[in-house]
């Protein structure tokens, strides 16, 4: 079957401890892109990628960083530099990055801090 | 910059009961926009989208919505629910021109009791 794999499931981070996320997908999508959900709120863009060896800023990218050095892989790093890492992570693909395209979103992380 | 506007937190019904989700945006360029859900400690599923065309638009699991220029809304309907229709359920929006992210409402959780 084809999707969108997140792992771990939860994840516990410590202070000052550097924490990062899998994302894989197998949908052969070209893009690629990284949520953060809090109670209460709408998801908000963390980075996004349209192509092996690039990607962007999203409206929150500070204290996290991406690679995606694969077009099935877009891990995502929370850095000690965030501050309020406590989240639900919501990784998605759509097919090339065109914005009326649907995203696909894999089964989410749900990161707590220690 | 776009935004939305989901207005019920959280909507209680009971079963085989009509719902209408709200959904209102605000831009100053036509739009696509989208309903996704979210069941417990999942990821989002699309289950519709408008683009272009006919404003009623049909989803999956019996779900339709209606894009309403002048109002500025789209609003989300179903004539009868059932204890797996609750979820949240999240509207979103981008522009149809230029290089845009998609903005997401708050969210709506549906309680459907029996």
């Known amino acids: 079957d084809g999707g969108i794999t997140q792992s771990p499931k939860y994840l516990f981070r410590k202070e000052g401890q550097n924490v990062t996320l899998s994302c894989e997908q197998n949908l052969n999508h070209d893009a690629m892109y990284w949520y953060r959900q809090d109670p209460g709120q709408g998801l908000r863009l963390i980075y996004y990628s349209q192509i092996v060896n690039d990607f962007q800023k999203g409206d929150i990218a500070e204290g996290y960083s991406v690679s995606r050095e694969k077009k099935e892989s877009f891990p995502l790093t929370v850095t000690s530099a965030q501050k309020n890492p406590t989240a639900f992570y919501l990784c998605a693909s759509s097919m090339t990055g065109g914005w009326q395209e649907t995203q696909y979103f894999g089964p989410g992380t749900r990161l707590l801090v220690l | 910059a776009q935004s939305v506007t989901q207005l019920d937190s959280q909507v209680p019904v009971f079963e085989e009961a009509p719902v209408e989700l709200r959904c209102n945006y605000s831009s100053s360029v036509s739009v696509y926009l989208f309903w996704y859900v979210q069941y417990p400690n999942q990821g989002l599923q699309l289950l519709l989208k408008?683009?272009?065309?006919?404003?009623l638009v049909k989803g999956i699991n019996g779900f339709e919505a209606e894009f309403n220029k002048s109002q500025t809304s789209f609003h989300l309907r179903k004539p009868s629910v059932h204890i797996s229709d609750t979820a949240e359920y999240f509207c979103a929006v981008i522009p149809n021109t230029g290089f845009q992210k998609l903005v997401f409402g708050t969210g709506t959780r549906l309680l459907v009791s029996p």
């Open positions: 408008y683009l272009s065309g006919s404003t």
